[in-house]
Nanobody, 115 residues
Framework: QVQLVESGGGLVQVGGSLRLSCAAS????????MGWYRQAPGKQRELVAM???????NYADSVKGRFTISRDNAKNTVYLQMNSLKPEDTAVYYC?????????WGQGTQVTVSS
């Protein structure tokens, strides 16, 4: 059973930065894709950023130029550097990983941006 352990959320002021981390464990298979989704109160969960085993990345338009996703394959860990944070970035951020045909989710970490 794959486990995803997230860290790095918290409270930050507008314009500030946070770095999220997510480590995957419990699998001997390659993690095909790892990334982050977020869900704000009353809204659907949405993709924030994703990185794939081939090195490609994908970002939501709303975070392009402000967020950077990176990955340490040796550690099965993905990072999300979030800069120039805005109040609308406030949400619970969920780590996501795909291993073979299976999808796994972290427990979520709260990010709150205060104005």
């Amino acid at each position: 059973q794959v486990q995803l352990v997230e860290s790095g959320g918290g409270l930050v002021q507008v314009g500030g930065s946070l770095r999220l981390s997510c480590a995957a464990s419990g699998t001997s298979f390659s993690v095909n894709a790892m990334g982050w989704y977020r869900q704000a109160p009353g809204k659907q969960r949405e993709l924030v950023a994703m990185t794939f085993s081939g090195g490609n990345t994908n970002y939501a338009d709303s975070v392009k130029g402000r967020f950077t996703i990176s990955r340490d394959n040796a550690k099965n860990t993905v990072y999300l550097q979030m800069n120039s944070l805005k109040p609308e970035d406030t949400a619970v951020y969920y780590c996501h990983a795909q291993v073979m045909a299976w999808h796994y989710w972290g427990q979520g970490t709260q990010v709150t941006v205060s104005s």
